[in-house]
């Protein structure tokens, strides 16, 4: 043994309050007497920290272990030397899950590396790897995925394309990328890590093994599991052969190759996998080493799938034994094995074990966790569920409702905390199941649940997309308090998911400053949109009320995974909620979407008429008595969800002997993205108007270099309809859509469009005849500089043009390329998605493209109407449970009243008439709903074809 280790050992020996200054002696006399033994250096600063870390209360930084760091910089006077003991003696933090301190120790050691080596040194990329790892540790991917780019660029500057150091970045980046859900950018890093691997390695090395095996992972989150387990298996034959027979490391590989073949149904082939597995575990490990809990636990769960539920029972029980003996009292894991005994005991009509199993997890997991944590939530539905068998309903209902408030709660932080960590899991929180299970449990709807239903739709996505349009503009303290706001959030969203005992120390400092922050945020100036959006957080069932007008009523829909149900809110308080029995309506409203594509049909021809009156029987009709329709209901405001969205609702034909008779007929109807939004719009009410400010009206007729391309753009629909819908005249053509989508060095490609000038020049004419100012652009003006620069609110924006809804991936391959990565532009960002196009567009890069976050960045405040005259600029982002993202909600953000948007392509020659018309209505004295639903009415009776007139609807107030 050696005099240092001799020495370190008798310091272990000490009592443990003696121990740190020990250490701290021992390293300042390594110091002086042997300053360049580094080695012996970095031992002393790891026995330090481990032994001051078992002195400190959690949550405490270690003073004495930096304080001995100080000592070593001054010694060393900085330099690359002393940067490399700075690395080494993170392994110990990163060992005590202390990855903020870890962090600013290889930050600084970054630091001296730039100072003193050139740009492009390996060691430079090696530090920004060793900042990158633990960034992502931290959950910080932007910021990790930025250094793994920086070193990547430096290895590829000073090495060939084929070198094991690249495919460590490529591996670690993809890691990154699989955790932000981005799958094909990760797929795509893998690939090419996996190809430099076997170039550079013998076909059977471990790491060919551990990339293939995180392909598979990718595969398996895009439940392409026959994908997923041909690399898993190549993945385990290389363990195999790497390692004797019964050896532990491929043990790893047989569990993930199992769990594929449980997501593939295969469960007899998991199960063999699983009992492989255990027999491995329990010949390498202790007989009650909590490795074999968790495989009993994963073997215990395919049985249930077998609905072998004894031998299930069996297995979870001998997991709970074996953790109860191994672990603590009252850790974390036991919760786990509870739960899963627990939902056995629960099939098996084991009430009472079932109950008690679920309520000592439930113990266990308050005293571990955050009072609002999801596990908790899934814990108290398991409860509920069991508790309701036991017909005890007034406590399932107390659960449930628990759980809904929790869950509600969390909905608050961005997208990415929907998906939350603990041991062995993934779990994807679902509202709407906790909502249906809510309403099993009682006659009557709960306030709290009334609240959820109306609040939870968009709730994070609508203030993240704020935040990012307000950083378009902000500056100074502002804008460092936005990105404050963003980064807490997401320390929130890693915190407040997290199972881990350091990170749950830290959800109530955060929740602190969060608050403190957004006190900061309502008293700034520049943050009044962001502070007005914090308030309505929470959308109770008054609120809504308040928005309402005299007999109007809130259809509030929302799409879970299997099934979709219709909320309804009168403005007298009464409310209900209905799920639909149809199992089909998602078919059923894409066959419709494909029918309107003719841009020639009447509303009453069979093609048309059949399915807008099956989809009346399968939404309207259940609903109809809830609603009041044909009693006291005149007015009807639909908020729809995923592809209810796309819904022309008011096109809707009740079955009537004597015609075609649409809900238009019988109701008036306007459209909101959320709840959210009809709250917001309703105080904008009382915002002093844009009467006396110019309309604003831009009109694009060039998109093509040459010729007209009306015709064109005819014969691209036709060829797009299926065989029976190819009957459309070739003069209806359409501001319509694609000619021809975009590429790896393109956008789409669209046509000119010739009603574009005609309808910005009567409107102009209009207005002006009616003492309205009118500022109006005409290609090659009608550009985006233009808009930006229109200064102070406008009574009308108006824009005639194309607009679309691009597919991120479509897009995907210009966005990379371009200089400035801002995650605003990316084609992924549910803003970014709905665009209008203005003069410009090229192709070949994105001016020209007004995306949704650049509307809402705009003053529009007061705007009584943004009009967009274009095709599916009604559409947008529309994800389930989320409402949709997409033009009209931005331009209420930016603090317009309403917006004017259609479903699907209108008729190009007939669309200036059909707004002239409204336009008149409105300056006449009609509101611009009445002025919007007289309109369809009047084309309606001289039966002029549906995408004429059915395609606008009103968004927003009335």
């Not at 690395?87 to 899950?97: A, C, E, F, W």
Request: overall charge negative.
């Amino acid at each position: 043994m050696s005099r240092l280790n001799a020495e370190l050992t008798r310091i272990a020996r000490l009592p443990a309050d003696w121990q740190v200054q020990a250490y701290r002696n021992a390293h300042t006399s390594l110091l002086k007497k042997d300053p360049g033994n580094y080695p012996e250096h970095v031992q002393v600063l790891e026995a330090l920290g481990r032994a001051e870390h078992a002195m400190k209360t959690p949550g405490t930084r270690l003073t004495v272990f930096a304080l001995a760091l100080g000592a070593q910089r001054r010694a060393m006077r900085g330099g690359v030397v002393f940067a490399n003991i700075l690395n080494h003696s993170t392994n110990v933090l990163k060992d005590l899950r202390r990855y903020d301190e870890a962090l600013s120790i290889h930050e600084e050691a970054l630091t001296i590396r730039r100072a003193t080596l050139p740009n492009n040194d390996p060691l430079i990329a090696d530090s920004l790897v060793l900042v990158a790892n633990v960034l992502a540790v931290l959950r910080r991917y932007d910021e990790a995925l930025e250094q793994y780019e920086k070193a990547l660029t430096i290895r590829r500057t000073i090495l060939s394309d084929k070198q094991p150091h690249i495919a460590s970045i490529l591996h670690n980046s993809a890691n990154v990328l699989t955790d932000l859900r981005r799958y094909d950018e990760a797929l795509a890093r893998y690939e090419e890590a996996l190809t430099i691997k076997r170039a550079a390695l013998p076909h059977s090395h471990p790491d060919i093994a551990d990339t293939l095996k995180c392909i598979a992972a990718v595969f398996r989150n895009l439940r392409r599991y026959d994908e997923a387990l041909a690399f898993q298996e190549e993945a385990l034959v290389i363990q195999r052969t790497a390692f004797p027979h019964g050896h532990p490391d491929p043990a790893s590989h047989l569990m993930d190759s199992a769990s594929v073949l449980a997501g593939l149904g295969r469960y007899d082939e998991a199960l063999a996998k699983y009992k492989e597995v255990l027999t491995i575990k329990r010949a390498a490990l202790p007989h009650n080493h909590p490795d074999i809990a968790d495989i009993l636990n994963n073997i215990g769960g395919v049985l249930r799938e077998l609905c072998r539920y004894d031998e299930a029972l069996e297995c979870y029980e001998e997991a709970l034994s074996i953790q109860r003996a191994a672990l603590p009292q009252g850790h974390l894991f036991l919760a786990v094995s509870l739960h899963n005994s627990a939902r056995i005991l629960h099939e098996l009509g084991r009430y009472d074990d079932a109950f008690a199993r679920h309520e000592e997890a439930l113990t266990i997991e308050r005293a571990n966790l955050p009072e609002r944590h999801p596990f908790i939530a899934v814990s108290l539905e398991n409860t509920a569920l069991v508790l309701k068998d036991m017909r005890r309903y007034e406590d399932a209902l107390a659960a449930a409702t628990e759980a809904l408030t929790i869950h509600l709660h969390n909905d608050q932080f961005p997208t990415v905390s929907k998906t939350y960590w603990g041991p062995g899991t993934t779990t994807q929180v679902s509202l709407p199941d906790t909502f249906a299970q809510t309403l099993t449990l009682c006659a009557q709807l709960p306030t709290s649940t009334v609240t959820a239903l109306l609040t939870f739709k968009g709730n994070a996505d609508i203030e993240q997309g704020l935040t990012s349009i307000l950083q378009a503009n902000a500056t100074g303290t502002f804008r460092d308090r936005l990105d404050e706001l963003q980064a807490l959030q997401a320390e929130m969203a890693r915190l407040q998911y997290s199972a881990d005992a350091q990170d749950l120390l830290r959800v109530q400092e955060v929740t602190a400053q969060l608050e403190t922050l957004e006190r900061q945020i309502h008293t700034d100036p520049e943050g009044a949109r962001l502070a007005e959006e914090l308030q309505l957080r929470m959308i109770t069932p008054p609120a809504v009320q308040s928005a309402l007008q005299d007999d109007e009523a809130l259809l509030n829909l929302f799409v879970s995974e299997d099934a979709v149900y219709a909320q309804i809110l009168h403005q007298d308080g009464r409310h209900h909620l209905h799920r639909y029995a149809a199992s089909d309506l998602e078919a059923q409203v894409a066959h419709l979407r494909q029918v309107l594509g003719d841009p020639g049909l009447l509303l009453h021809e069979t093609p048309l008429l059949r399915p807008l009156q099956g989809l009346y029987a399968s939404l309207i009709a259940p609903i109809a008595g809830l609603l009041g329709l044909g009693e006291d209901l005149k007015r009807l405001v639909i908020s729809g969800d995923g592809f209810l969205y796309g819904l022309p609702w008011d096109l809707l034909c009740a079955p009537d002997a004597s015609g075609a008779r649409p809900l238009l007929a019988q109701v008036s109807t306007r459209l909101v993205p959320t709840p959210r939004d009809l709250l917001r719009l309703h105080r904008l009410e009382s915002v002093p108007g844009s009467a006396t400010s110019p309309a604003v009206l831009l009109g694009v007729q060039s998109f093509e270099e040459h010729g007209d391309s009306d015709q064109e753009g005819t014969e691209t629909e036709a060829m797009n309809l299926p065989p029976d819908l190819r009957s459309a005249p070739v003069h209806f053509a359409t501001r319509s859509a694609v000619m021809t989508t975009g590429g790896a060095d393109s956008l789409p490609r669209y046509g000119n469009l010739n009603g574009t000038e005609q309808e910005i020049r009567m409107l102009t004419a209009l207005l002006t005849e009616r003492g309205r100012s009118v500022v109006s652009h005409l290609s090659p003006d009608a550009s985006e500089q233009t808009l930006l620069n229109i200064g102070v609110a406008p009574w009308v924006l108006h824009f005639s043009t194309h607009s679309d809804v691009w597919d991120a991936e479509q897009t995907r391959p210009l966005y990379q390329r371009a200089e400035r990565l801002d995650p605003r532009y990316d084609p992924a960002h549910p803003f970014s998605r709905a665009v209008v196009l203005l003069d410009g567009y090229t192709r070949r890069n994105f001016q020209g493209v007004l995306r949704a976050w650049e509307l809402g960045s705009l003053n529009l405040r007061g705007t009584e109407l943004v009009t967009f005259s274009s095709c599916n600029s009604g559409l947008g982002d529309m994800t389930a449970g989320r409402g949709v993202a997409g033009l009209s909600q931005a331009a209420f953000l930016a603090g317009a009243q309403r917006t004017i948007t259609t479903l699907w392509p209108v008729l190009d020659a007939t669309t200036p008439q059909w707004m002239g018309n409204v336009y008149t209505a409105r300056l006449n004295g009609a509101s611009w709903q009445d002025a919007v639903r007289e309109e369809k009415l009047r084309m309606l009776a001289e039966e002029q074809p549906v995408s004429a007139w059915a395609p606008f609807v009103l968004n927003g107030l009335a």
